[in-house]
């Protein structure tokens, strides 16, 4: 199969290479013009859960003129939008595309665009990542992902065998994946776990582990993560569980060494998620005439934070 992953970072780079190593067609476009080159000289390393392995794969900064079986957006959310244009030259109408990424909203913004007829969303639980050096990147942990059709997908052309056709593809490149119907649920119950570490850990420096189990730190991670699941109560969200703390908690323990990715883009200088994880929590509020107080705060200090950097 001909897969195009567009936006090779730390997860992209991880996608990109076990694909690879299944024996499937992949290429790569991201801007990152130094990782680019490194993948083309030396190949993509990928270590860690996954295993070690470096495959050869060709890599691109540009949009590329071909047509790709299956694409998977893996840019972050704030580049979403620049993504479309790359994807739009590589899709056809029986190409299928899935976008991950963190938080709340980035599908939307690509079903405005490019249609939601064969789109899908993908949903990382646990699936830590981060690049090491250009052409190199360790895979963290590695835990579940979650995809289904686009929820808000009217007349979305996926058949029920499309999905799991999908879902296969990656179980064969090694994931551990789940087919779900209700990929909203999915969404949300991911981002109650990323509000109650994202923000917390991004304006203290601490694993998520460490969050946890400080007790200053903690009590605000268990306040945004309790706050987030009433907002998702809310806006009836079918969640699988009833106990967002135990849930933060077992999140915890499963990868309590990781930064999460908000971290790592304010150590880096980067502009961080912030506004799809803990600010997607007061958007969804007013949604229902609520508010959101913990999460707005949080927001609002991680945005201080990356002004004076």
Known sequence: MKIAVVGC?????????LFASAGNEVFVVDANKTHVQAINKQGLRVWGASGDRTVKIEAFTKRQH???DFIIVAVKSADVLAAVPIVQTMINVNTIVL???NGLGSSQQLAE???NE?????VAEGFGASLKAPGEAHHNAMNGIRMG???????NKLSNSDVEYITELWRIAGFEVYAEKDIEAAQWG?????VAYSAPCALTGLTIGEAAKDPYV????RSAAAEAWKVALLRKISLSFDDPIKKIHDFAIRMPEAKPSMLLDIEAGRVSEVDVINGAIPREAKKVGADAPVNETLTALVKSLESRR
């Open 9 to 17: 970072g730390a997860m992209g780079s991880i996608y990109a290479a």
């Open 66 to 68: 071909r047509i790709a």
């Open 99 to 101: 976008t991950i990424q």
């Open 113 to 115: 665009i490019i249609g």
């Open 118 to 122: 064969r789109l899908m969303v993908g």
């Open 149 to 155: 059709r686009f929820a808000e997908a009217k007349g």
């Open 190 to 194: 991911k981002l109650i776990c990323n």
């Open 218 to 221: 903690g009590s605000i991670s």
